[in-house]
């Protein structure tokens, strides 16, 4: 019965998620819903300023602090560990409806594009990120990042496999494409209002400080494994990949010739 209880916990907490990000992609792009960044009567600058940094500050400090391993084993001890996530998404699903809800415009423009294929470049390069972004979940393990496979697990009385560090596609040109999608979808708009910079900036600022403690808990976790992978793959921008400096090659006429043998053979390969 636990179980049972738990499975649908996490579809409904996932159904929330669910609203949440379709509701926020027109929220950031303002289309196709009744209240964005763009809409409503603007009020006293100072009082807006203060309420949206307010709404993007809670979002913040639930979506890193509940993150935390530290906190995981503290908050475990009152929640199933089997909902542990989902209560998570739930959360931050739920912040981020009465952030669209109590949001407060600030429309003085900053910028303003009309040329039509400029337009069209930039809403391109939002799809682009909101379609990267799906994309990414699924790259990795879509249904356990938003609790699904944990609740799953505990109603087939059945513990989830540890964690294994795997770089497939996107992962493999830049370390957070996730975080990156984001970013993309946040900065590209062809009218940004001062309210839109700040939702813009805010949320860039959270994105570097959340790849720092995110980071810290990966190489927890793979150790020296990450630490290659982090010295081997940009963060954010898709720049060629960077190769480890090669090791000395021995001493000794015949190890010498076969070891340069070998860097030759690797570098034709593109290893």
Same mark, same amino acid.
Request: glycine letters at 6%; proline letters at 7%.
């Given at each position: 019965? $636990? @179980? ?7 579809? +409904? ?14 929220? %950031?792009? !303002? ?13 006293? %600058?100072? =009082?807006?300023?203060?309420? !949206? ?6 979002? $913040? ?11 995981? *084993? ?12 989902? #209560?998570? +998404? ?24 009309? !040329?039509?294929?400029?337009? #069209? ?25 938003? @609790? ?5 697990? &505990?109603?087939?009385?059945? =513990?989830?496999?540890?964690? %294994? ?7 493999? *040109? +830049?370390?957070?494409? /996730? ?38 808990? /990966? ?22 990949? &960077? *190769? ?10 015949? #190890? ?6 070998? *860097? &030759? ?7």
């Amino acid at each position: 019965m $636990a @179980g049972l209880v738990a499975f649908f916990y996490g579809i +409904v907490a996932y159904l929330v998620f669910i609203v949440s990000i379709l509701y926020g992609i027109g929220f %950031v792009g !303002n289309i196709f819903v009744p209240k964005s960044l763009h809409s409503g009567e603007p009020g006293p %600058v100072a =009082e807006a300023l203060i309420i !949206n940094m307010l709404l993007l500050g809670l979002f $913040a400090i639930q979506h890193s602090v509940m993150a935390r391993q530290g906190f995981k *084993r503290w908050w475990t001890r009152f929640v199933p560990a089997s909902v542990e996530r989902s #209560t998570y +998404v739930l959360l931050a699903s739920l912040i981020l409806l009465l952030l669209y809800w109590q949001w407060r415009p600030i429309l003085d423009p900053v910028w303003t594009v009309e !040329n039509p294929i400029a337009v #069209t470049a930039l809403r391109a390069i939002f799809w682009l990120g909101w379609g990267t972004a799906l994309l990414s979940t699924f790259l990795i393990s879509h249904l356990e990042l938003f @609790g699904l496979s944990q609740v799953f697990a &505990r109603l087939c009385s059945r =513990e989830l496999p540890p964690p %294994v560090f795997t770089t497939p596609f996107l992962y493999r *040109r +830049v370390r957070h494409p /996730l975080y990156l999608s984001f970013l993309l979808a946040f900065w590209a708009t062809p009218v940004m209002t001062a309210g839109h910079l700040l939702f813009a900036g805010a949320t860039t600022a959270y994105i570097l400080i959340a790849i720092q403690l995110e980071e810290r808990d /990966l190489i927890h976790f793979f150790g020296d494994q990450y630490r290659r992978y982090r010295k081997e793959v940009a963060m954010l921008i898709p720049l060629p990949k &960077r *190769r480890r400096p090669a090791e000395p090659c021995p001493s000794g006429p015949q #190890t010498l010739n076969t070891c340069m043998r070998s *860097r &030759r053979m690797s570098v034709a390969g593109g290893s």
